[in-house]
Nanobody, 116 residues
Framework: QVQLVESGGGLVQPGGSLRLSCAAS????????MGWYRQAPGKQRELVAS???????NYADSMKGRFTIARDNAKNTVYLQMNSLKPEDTAVYYC??????????WGQGTPVTVSS
């Protein structure tokens, strides 16, 4: 079983920054993709960014230039650096790991609120 533990969410003013972390534990066989999704109230869950084991990156268009995803394979940890945050970035952010041979796993979610 794979477990994902997220941290780093909270309240931030518009224009501020936050860094989310997600540590994965359990048996995980390469290859797998690590990523972040978010779900705002009343909206569907959407991809924020993802990174493969080889370092290939994928960002949602609205996050490009503001958010940076990074991965530490040795620690099985994925990070999301969020800069220039806007009120519309308010959402619950979920860590996601998609393992080709095992399936898809989700974290419990960490809330991010951007408000003055």
């Amino acid at each position: 079983q794979v477990q994902l533990v997220e941290s780093g969410g909270g309240l931030v003013q518009p224009g501020g920054s936050l860094r989310l972390s997600c540590a994965a534990s359990g048996s995980m066989f390469m290859p797998y993709i690590m990523g972040w999704y978010r779900q705002a109230p009343g909206k569907q869950r959407e991809l924020v960014a993802s990174v493969t084991g080889g370092g290939s990156l994928n960002y949602a268009d609205s996050m490009k230039g503001r958010f940076t995803i990074a991965r530490d394979n040795a620690k099985n940890t994925v990070y999301l650096q969020m800069n220039s945050l806007k009120p519309e970035d308010t959402a619950v952010y979920y860590c996601n790991v998609a393992i080709t041979a095992q399936g898809v796993y989700w974290g419990q979610g960490t809330p991010v609120t951007v408000s003055s």
